[in-house]
């Protein structure tokens, strides 16, 4: 069985811009996605933002 290839993403805060989660992204097959936005917790804001995929 093959793995699906995957990358190493940075999630960053939308509100103070502070990179503090990092997460896996599919790079083939049909779910793929362009850019990941989650709700994670930030702790320099200390509360649940929503955080976008970085370069």
Known sequence: MA??????VTLECSVC??????TE???KGQDVI???EL???CPKCN???LHKETK
């Not at 793995?3 to 190493?8: F, G, L, N, V």
């Open 3 to 8: 793995k699906d290839a995957r990358e190493i």
């Open 34 to 36: 362009k850019r990941i």
């Open 25 to 27: 992204k599919r790079l």
């Open 47 to 49: 509360k649940q933002t």
């Open 17 to 22: 811009k502070e990179r503090n989660h990092h």
């Open 39 to 41: 709700k994670k917790y």
